[in-house]
Structures are given as C-alpha cells and as structure tokens.
C-alpha cells in the first residue's frame, strides 16, 4: 500500500512564504517523477511544478521565480518552497507521484490527500 502524506500548508499573508513537504511510504521499487498540482475553488486542478527522478525541474509560468521544487530520494519525499504568496495561489495543494511497486508492475501515478494553503491579510 503506498500513501502520499502532504504537510505544511496553512495561512499566510500575502508576500509570505510556506515549505510544503509530501512523504511517500509503504511499499515502494521506484519513484520517477514528483509533481506538485493544486486546485482552487470552482477551477481545475493544474500542474504547479514536476521533478523528474533524475533531477531538472519545470513549472508553471505562474510561479516561476517564486517557487522551487526539490526532492530526497533518500526520504522519498518531494518539496515545494512558495515565496512571495500572492492571493491567487491561494488553493488545495496535490502532491503526485509515478511509482513503480515491484518488478513487472508498471508504475503509476499516485496522489496525496491535499494540504490547504491559504494566502490572506
């Protein structure tokens, strides 16, 4: 069973910063890409930012500059640095991975629970 556990959202004022942080355990061969989606009230869900297994990043042109994705694969845990909030990233944040569970098995695309990141003064 693999389980995907965000933490780290909250509130935060416009201009501020939260560390989002998403722990994948159980049993597990490989992860292969990380991403980081959201989904704001009445929207989509949309791709914030991906790492792949072996590092390079991509993200939205909507917070280019401003958020940073990174993983530990010794942790098999993927982050998301979000500086200067602004109110439209105000959303659910989705942690996603493609994890492959044992050999023979294809991987597949995981997700966590959301974490709820609030930017409001």
């Known amino acids: 069973q693999v389980q995907l556990v965000e933490s780290g959202g909250g509130l935060v004022q416009p201009g501020g910063s939260l560390r989002l942080s998403c722990a994948v355990s159980?049993?597990?061969?490989?992860?292969?890409?990380m991403a980081w989606y959201r989904q704001a009230p009445g929207k989509q869900r949309e791709l914030v930012a991906t790492?792949?297994?072996?590092?390079?990043?991509n993200y939205a042109d909507s917070v280019k500059g401003r958020f940073t994705v990174s993983r530990d694969n010794a942790k098999n845990t993927v982050y998301l640095q979000m500086n200067s909030l602004k109110p439209e990233d105000m959303a659910v944040y989705y942690c996603?991975?493609?994890?492959?569970?044992?050999?023979?098995?294809?991987?597949?695309?995981?997700w966590g629970q959301g974490t709820q990141v609030t930017v409001s003064s």
């Open positions: 996603n991975a493609d994890i492959k569970v044992g050999l023979g098995v294809p991987s597949r695309a995981y």
């Open positions: 159980g049993t597990i061969f490989s992860i292969y890409a």
């Open positions: 790492i792949p297994s072996a590092g390079g990043t």
